[in-house]
């Protein structure tokens, strides 16, 4: 099993819908990245998350780290056609020597 | 079994030389890439091989060359390295429904 445990693997929505995916793990993340690619392009970076409890957004698209520091969450609000894609989770491991990544989540988004 | 493995872990080296970083994964994956993590953390693909066929090659110096000898490798070769090239380069695979990433080979180049 991955260290980083992404999900769900694949959502499908309908357009205007929210949506949330989470990037879980079982041990304390140094930082926690959040990435999207769009079909057949390169990774995009979206956002990074350090502190506990801390929330960032961007657009309609809000990520949270816990106080732990072991879980994220992505949530999309009304959901467009254009945040199809994959969304994928990076973390820094305690020290920040090793860096992560969970499996993706790919997210359609129906007109 | 590690699953995409790159080699090595960690390479300090002078610049000009010209060095390898090797990428295998035992996944049975059709694609493979490479990515360059910079210190921001900005991840940038570099190239992407689908069966051993170039089909991502995004703008790189053409100082980087992947080799494709197999489904199962994808090495990157670097020629007369510079002080930029330093960064966490990751090695990762896909069979289309996730990614799978190695574990990063950190390049510094003094």
């Not at chain 1, 949270?64 to 959901?79: G, N, Y």
């Not at chain 2, 910079?38 to 693909?45: A, E, P, R, T």
């Not at chain 2, 190239?47 to 489904?71: A, C, G, H, M, W």
């Amino acid at each position: 099993s991955q260290e980083l445990e992404q999900s769900p693997q694949s959502l499908i929505v309908q357009e205007g819908k929210n949506l949330t995916i989470n990037c879980t793990s079982s041990k304390t993340l140094y930082g926690l990245y959040w990435y999207k690619q769009k079909y057949g392009e390169g990774l995009i970076f979206l956002m990074m998350l350090q502190k506990g409890g801390e929330e960032k957004s961007h657009e309609k698209i809000t990520a949270k780290l816990d106080e732990k520091k072991q879980q994220s969450s992505l949530h999309i609000t009304a959901s467009q056609p254009s945040h199809a894609g994959i969304y994928l989770c990076g973390a820094d491991m305690t020290g920040g020597f090793k860096t992560i990544f969970g499996a993706g989540t790919r997210l359609f988004v129906k007109a | 079994d590690t699953a995409v493995s790159q080699t090595p872990k960690y390479l300090v080296t002078q610049m000009g030389n010209d060095k390898s970083i090797k990428c295998e994964q035992n996944l049975g994956h059709d694609t493979m890439y490479w990515y360059k993590q910079d210190s921001k953390k900005f991840l940038k693909i570099m190239f992407s091989y689908n069966n051993k066929e170039l089909i991502i090659n995004e703008t790189v110096p053409n100082r980087f060359s992947p080799k494709s000898p197999d489904k199962a490798h994808l090495n990157l070769h670097i020629n007369s390295l510079e002080l930029g090239d330093s960064a966490v380069y990751f090695c990762a695979s896909s069979r289309g429904d996730g990614y799978t990433f190695g574990s990063g080979t950190r390049l510094t180049v003094v």
